[in-house]
């Protein structure tokens, strides 16, 4: 039996790092606001923000249309921007950074990570939690720590008109890969320092966890965070051009996501062209418009 998917909603929580005179710093005691109980900011109504270890993370309202969800990405990011001035500081948006590990001791925060586990779709196991990576800087004196970003993006939805079963969200998650995660992946940023980069830790394809309304997708980084119109109606409508190829392919779809999963991880985890490639030929995607 063929299942019919319909987008609901389309939210966000995204992190941001900050910079002082230039430099990495972190949020630690700057903001307010935890995992467990966010500060509301701009009137609430769904607009939070929270430390995330050495992060400052945001939440906006869940929104109907991809003008919704535009207009509120914009609006969040110019209050911070603004917020963060105020402090002598400035918020970007890269997926990874690199920290002294002299200025993160001064901080017990920077080394705890509050997110609970999420899963991958492609293996059905809990992803690790994110390793503190430390190297020596190039003057071969100054000890450095790998931090990284992420923009994940929450989706409420129906299956035949009811909450989605986990067969239904593993469906989707999968396909959201093909069409958000894989033309997505050329946006972010290459390795910082040699082997190290945030999908070898974090973000890697596949990544969700569920939620009461439907699930968050974890993969994609905060180097496609940005206030651009175009983008970011193209991130939520990547959301129903998912569905869209379930609803019109149904198992032979699934089947088809299934068959091609080893090149969607590679693509996705190792930031393979050719992988890439394939898998936006062969599944139509759209691609990520020129910016």
């Not at 249309?65 to 609006?75: G, R, V």
């Not at 000890?143 to 923009?151: D, H, L, M, N, P």
């Not at 999908?199 to 905060?222: C, I, K, M, N, Q």
């Not at 965070?225 to 175009?230: D, F, K, R, Y």
């Amino acid at each position: 039996m063929e299942m019919k998917y319909k987008l609901l909603k389309v939210g966000s929580d995204a992190e941001l790092f900050l910079l002082k005179a230039g430099q990495p710093y972190p949020v630690c005691g700057l903001v307010g606001g935890t995992k467990q109980d966010p500060l509301p900011v701009l009137g609430g109504n769904g607009y939070a923000v929270q430390e995330d270890n050495v992060t400052l993370e945001f939440n906006i309202p869940p929104a109907s249309t991809a003008e919704e969800f535009q207009d509120s990405l914009s609006k969040m990011l110019a209050y911070l921007q603004e917020e963060m001035a105020k402090k002598d500081l400035t918020c970007q948006s890269v997926s990874e950074m690199l920290f002294p590990s002299s200025l993160l001791e001064q901080f017990p925060q920077a080394h705890i990570f509050g997110c609970e586990p999420d899963y991958c779709v492609w293996t059905k196991s809990v992803n690790p939690r994110p390793e503190f990576i430390r190297f020596m800087g190039a003057d071969r004196k100054t000890v450095q720590e790998f931090r990284c970003a992420g923009y994940h993006i929450h989706i409420s939805y129906t299956v035949d008109e009811e909450a989605p079963t986990l067969e239904a969200l593993e469906a989707l998650v999968k396909a959201q890969d093909v069409f958000l995660g894989v033309p997505l992946t050329l946006q972010e940023s290459g390795p910082s320092q040699g082997q190290y980069r945030r999908r070898a830790y974090y973000g890697r394809a596949g990544a969700f966890r569920p939620t009461p309304y439907g699930h968050e997708y974890r993969v994609l980084g905060s180097d496609v965070l940005s206030a651009n119109p175009i983008l970011n109606r193209w991130i939520f409508d990547a959301n129903q051009r998912a569905m869209d190829f379930l609803n019109n392919h149904g198992t032979d779809g699934v089947a088809a996501l299934d068959a091609h999963g080893l090149a969607i991880r590679t693509a996705i985890n190792d930031r393979n062209r050719d992988s890439i490639r394939a898998i936006m030929t062969r599944f139509f995607v759209l691609p990520v418009p020129i910016l």
